[in-house]
């Protein structure tokens, strides 16, 4: 199962803004965090940003997380 981490979640995992992910994000240097779908693409107001956990996980250099049922 995906599981999607908040933008403020994940901006306060790297150590920086919000904005500042967001940023980095459109202009593909932290792509490998997830996707960024732009507004004129969804024809919602504003971009969508979705930062799967798996990948975060991997940037930061976190091994990849167990949930024993």
Same mark, same amino acid.
């Given at each position: 199962?995906?599981?999607?981490?908040?933008?403020?979640?994940?901006?306060?995992?790297?150590?920086? $803004?919000?904005?500042?992910? !967001?940023?980095?994000? !459109?202009?593909?240097?932290? $792509?490998? &965090?997830?996707?960024?779908?732009? #507004?004129?693409? @969804?024809?919602?107001?504003?971009? @969508?940003? !979705?930062?799967?956990?798996? #990948?975060?996980?991997?940037? &930061?250099?976190?091994?990849?997380?167990? @949930?024993? @049922?």
């Amino acid at each position: 199962m995906t599981q999607y981490v908040p933008t403020k979640i994940a901006a306060q995992e790297l150590g920086c $803004s919000q904005q500042a992910l !967001r940023e980095r994000m !459109r202009r593909g240097v932290w $792509s490998d &965090l997830g996707d960024y779908i732009p #507004k004129e693409k @969804t024809g919602n107001k504003v971009d @969508t940003f !979705r930062i799967y956990r798996a #990948k975060l996980d991997r940037h &930061l250099g976190i091994e990849e997380r167990r @949930t024993d @049922t």
